[in-house]
């Protein structure tokens, strides 16, 4: 036989328990909403979506020059010997060319060079005789471009 007392005891000890049990949960939702948005936004996650979308176009276009290599072989008339050595001589010709042309500006028989363009009036330093302190730190500053007429 329980007491008054027993029995507002046990209540009270069933409200605690349902109490920490309600905040377990709450705690255990909001830990969950946390975790959902921290990979939401995690930049990692969407760097791997985006890889695995690249790999996926990737597959497809392999397959794609897979199979096109297959018909371009029944389709081709010359021989594989044939189309290789003229990719081979195209390829030699290329390097040859940009050779000479490294040559050619290396010992300065290639093109010619380009002449120091001639200055405008416009392009000419300031000169004002109202302000010449800016005219002498202009021609301090500029002296050697001035004289190569480079601006």
């Known amino acids: 036989m329980q007491t008054g007392r027993e029995k507002e005891e046990r209540r009270e000890g069933r409200r605690k328990r349902r109490e920490r049990e309600r905040q377990q949960r709450k705690e255990t939702a909001t830990q969950s909403r946390g975790r959902r948005l921290k990979d939401m936004l995690d930049p ?31 389709s081709g008339g010359e021989s594989s010997i044939e189309r290789l050595r003229a990719e081979r001589l195209q390829r030699e010709a290329e390097e040859k060319r940009r050779t000479q042309a ?14 120091p363009r001639e200055t405008e009036e416009r392009e000419m ?13 202009r021609q301090r500053k500029d002296r050697d471009a001035w004289r190569d007429g480079i601006f």
Not at 125 to 137: D, I, M, Q, V
């Open 44 to 74: 990692l996650k969407e760097m791997k979506k985006a890889l695995a979308v690249k790999d996926r176009k990737e597959r497809r276009s392999k397959k794609k020059e897979k199979r096109d290599r297959g018909e371009r072989r029944s």
């Open 102 to 115: 490294l040559l050619d500006q290396k010992n300065g028989t290639g093109k010619e060079k380009e002449r």
């Open 125 to 137: 330093p300031y000169n004002s005789a109202y302000f010449p302190e800016l005219a002498r730190k």
